[in-house]
């Protein structure tokens, strides 16, 4: 590094040695700090002998050719055809069914090394699934059994599917809960049980429908308007919401309100005081410090992980053989009862597309499929990134997309790649997706065999699971950092999660994502323009706030405008310059020193332009002419180019209109300066 600088360094003193101009140059900088620019005669003598080149504008195209270009890198920036270049026919059929299926790729050369690993990660994560799911369906108001149905089939179809070696996937806790929350708001679980479980599998039909629809029309990039901050703020409220439902299991309330926000819910703890049972609250008291313990320890000592991992079954266990030896049940701990065995049983018949409900379950379906895709394809791509493998975001979307639609059709709900599950599932060194189906076949091992095992589970202890889980989506040093970062960004954080815990959960998540959509258009409408002086003794160009070395260049207004020209900011760009050349030539005449005789544009970020762009440039050059100063461009990029050249303005701007760079543009102008009286 110290080699290049110094060669670098070399390079300038060579510079100067050799350049008369730039002695001059740097002369006459001297001069002007010392004479505060007053001295107008120094500036006359900077004349530097630098080459100057000719902007071209690029290769024309035709406009089906620039429309395939730009609908590939809209839609396949990664180029998933590129591995099917120069093979033959019956090789891309073979790379296209691994495409589809991914299991293909690495099946062939799966070892029993690997299913050694695969088989005590997937044993690990069964403990953890089991009574996550029983726990989660009860989250969104579904039989506890259907909890176990969907941590049974999708992993199965998700292990043929998906790209990811340790995606965990079944229910979690956010899906759950807006599915729960939104479906609840027209149908009640208690007085239509059948009707609500009818809608439940409807909306993950349109969940999985949305899901598969974004991957294979590889719309990905809208699950990206979820920005970082709304997800923080969203997740952080989303996790207090769950946790204040569980006091109705934590303190053995019967009479609970179906609302979802804090003040309703903390009025109906007080309200119901009378309900209380304090055998349940020292049960889910001390069985919530004990998964709270675990935890704390997995945290601390990342080895251990399975002792958190192993702690929820455990506690189910434990809870289990007490309720039954001490006859709990009939001391006022609710437990979950019967559950049905056998496997999943078809559920196809069930769908409801009935028009009274069909605008319900398709927006409850959208709404849930976006944020469990957002969930799963971040969790993906988290471990993806600690393994150094990659994983295709469309792919993810229609794997998740098709587990979710064969699971409506088999007596599952909503699922996704959960955090808490893969995180064990990593360590515990799962190798492939093998780990889902051994997780599988255990689900189904519990659905044969072990259901009447669950009767007397109490469902304090599935509250105190569900506590200890969400509070791990509490990501108060994000939060922190983004509150240090940007102060806009802190605020749709902030708005998710106020929203979220006041209002409702699909409210919350709305207001957070209109203000991150209202800051993107503030920043488009809006764009930064910075004012650019010179660093002493180089062609190098900067913003002047930002060095305080760099100085003005008389006779020369030099603006950078950092952002693409459209008809959304068209207006203001060109308001914005005009005031820069009001205050210019203000200050000058106050301060008699020498007035603008050129307005340079660095156009380095302007990526694209429209047709209002391009005029507000036309219309600008115009009125600046009047005013005795001429518009030039600096670096206009292809785009940029090629929209002049279409719009036959090129010509209208001479070669003595634009320039490959800023430097370029005041070595050659101050030749003509000079020449001026």
Known sequence: MLGTLNRVEDCHVSSLTNNSGLFEESHCFSSMEDA???NQNCF??????????????????????????????????DDPFRQFKGQPTRMKWLLTTQYVFPILQWGPTYSFKLFKSDIISGLTIASLAIPQGISYAKLANLPPIIGLYSSFVPPLVYAVLGSSRDLAVGPVSIASLILGAMLRQQVSPVTQPVLYLQLAFTATFFAGVVQASLGVLRLGFIIDFLSKATLVGFMAGAAIIVSLQQLKSLLGIEHFTHNMGLVPVIGSVFHRRDEW??????????????LLITRHISMRKPKLFWVSAAAPLASVIISTLLVFAFK?????ISVIGHLQEGLNPPSWNMLNFDSTYLGLVAKTGAVT???SLTEGIAVGRTFAALQNYQVDGNKEMLAIGLMNVAGSCTSCYVTTGAFSRSAVNHNAGAKTAVSNIVMAATV???????MPLFFYTPNVVLGAIIITAVIGLMDFPAAIAIWKVDKVDFLVCLSAFLGVIFISVQDGLAIAAGISLLKVLLQITRPNTALLGNLRGTHIYCNLQHYKDASRVPGFLILSIQAPIYFLNSTYIRERISRWVEEEEEEAHDNKTTTPHYVVLDMSAVTAIDTSGISV???LRSSLSKRGLQLVLANPLGEVMGKLQRAD?????GTDGLYLTVGEAVASLSSSLKEQP
Do not use: Y
């Not at 049972?277 to 004990?290: D, E, K, P, R, S």
């Not at 709990?328 to 006022?332: I, M, N, T």
């Not at 303005?649 to 701007?653: A, H, R, V």
């Open 36 to 38: 505060h620019h007053t």
């Open 44 to 77: 006359l003598s900077l004349e530097m002998e630098m080459e100057v080149h000719k902007v071209m504008a690029p290769q024309p195209k035709t406009f089906l050719l620039e429309f395939r270009d730009r609908v590939k890198e809209i839609f396949f920036p």
């Open 277 to 290: 049972a304090w055998q349940t609250i020292l049960m889910g008291v001390c069985f919530l410090g004990f």
């Open 328 to 332: 709990a049940q009939k001391h006022g």
């Open 369 to 371: 499929g976006i944020i």
């Open 444 to 450: 189904m091992v519990t659905l044969l065999l072990l």
């Open 617 to 619: 440039l036309t219309e």
């Open 649 to 653: 303005q090129i010509q209208s701007f």
